[in-house]
């Protein structure tokens, strides 16, 4: 089993930053990546960004250029920076961690919310 507890959202206005961060604990040493999903009222979940075990990352097309992941290893943390922030980056993200075996683990989510 993996834990995931999210920290870091709130309100915030256009052009701004915020950022989140994510620990990990439990079973993490089968972790083969992890990172952000969002999902807005009425929308489908989406990826946001990922990173591997080796640093490789994986952005959203929407946030690519604006979100910068990072790990700590030593800490079992994640963090996502997200600068120039806009209205439509308003969701509820989700810590998520995937491990070697297809096994996916989700955080409780923080609310994220860009006021115009």
């Known amino acids: 089993q993996v834990q995931l507890v999210e920290s870091g959202g709130g309100l915030v206005q256009a052009g701004g930053s915020l950022r989140l961060s994510c620990a990990a604990s439990g079973s993490t040493f089968s972790i083969a990546f992890i990172g952000w999903y969002r999902q807005a009222p009425g929308k489908q979940r989406e990826l946001v960004a990922s990173?591997?075990?080796?640093?490789?990352?994986n952005y959203g097309d929407s946030v690519k250029g604006r979100f910068t992941i990072s790990r700590d290893n030593a800490k079992l943390t994640v963090s996502l920076q997200m600068n120039s922030l806009k209205p439509e980056d308003t969701a509820v993200y989700y810590c998520?961690?995937?491990?070697?075996?297809?096994?996916?683990?989700w955080g409780q989510g923080t609310q994220v919310t860009v006021s115009s």
């Open positions: 998520h961690a995937k491990k070697f075996n297809g096994i996916d683990y």
């Open positions: 990173i591997t075990n080796s640093g490789d990352t």
